[in-house]
């Protein structure tokens, strides 16, 4: 059998008979995968707390690339999660974003900018920065990197350049704007956005490093509400752990 040691970030797990979980990893080099870690279920395991979600660390995988019989034998654990869980707030996050990140990420596709998003997302909650400035920067970066964040570089309809100078709208489904096409008409709902138009290009200007976020001044409440709205437009449901979460943010 062939035996790989991966990168890898677990993102949940699910019950298989009486002893056994069929993990759902994010790795580095492969992308997202499935694997079954036997044994796991019983009360003296191997595995102990590492298949908690966004344990990140290294695993080590027995069967072909791209089988569906590939078998979790263990886990190294580089770095655990488990002191972010003791925050509620942090807590509900994670929870959110595992079910995300399985959700959306293809498998057997590798996403190395992803990933390296996934750990400044965990940095940015050891770094006790507000979780609202976390969760814009991740969901932000996440869109834009999965190919979901909508161009707010140019107005949708007319594709004059939004440089900030002007009044920028944004649509239900999240399209920008200028001030000029809402005043012909093209309204259909659309609000001045400024504050999100702005925390988008700080965001991205500041690239996959959540170090950098901490003096920077963000919208973050308005930027999360839009990005929830177009998270939830792309997946076409609610996810089941938003729920907690969505109280926490009361929007």
Known sequence: MEKTFEEAIILRTKNIGEYNKLVFLFTRSRG????????????????????????????????????????????????????????????????YYSELLDFLLPEEHPEENLFRLALEMLKGFRL??????????????????????????????????????????????????CGDCRIKGLDDGKREEQPIYHTLNLILKNRIDSEKLKSVKLANNAVIEWTTQLIQNRTSKEMKSYKNLKEIRNF
């Open 32 to 95: 997202k995968i499935k694997a079954v870690a036997y044994g796991a279920r019983k009360i003296k395991n191997r595995f102990g707390s590492a298949l908690e979600p966004f344990t990140y660390g290294r695993v080590l995988l027995i069967g072909k690339k791209g089988s569906a019989a590939i078998s979790l034998d263990q886990v190294e654990i580089l770095q655990s999660a488990f002191d972010l869980y003791s925050d509620y707030v942090a807590a509900a996050h994670l929870y």
């Open 128 to 177: 006790k920065l507000s979780p609202a400035r976390v969760a814009s920067y991740f969901e932000v970066w996440l869109l834009r990197l999965l190919g979901h964040l909508p161009d707010h570089s140019r107005c949708n309809h007319c594709r004059r350049t939004l440089k900030g100078n002007k009044e920028v709208f944004i649509a239900r489904e999240g399209y920008f704007f």
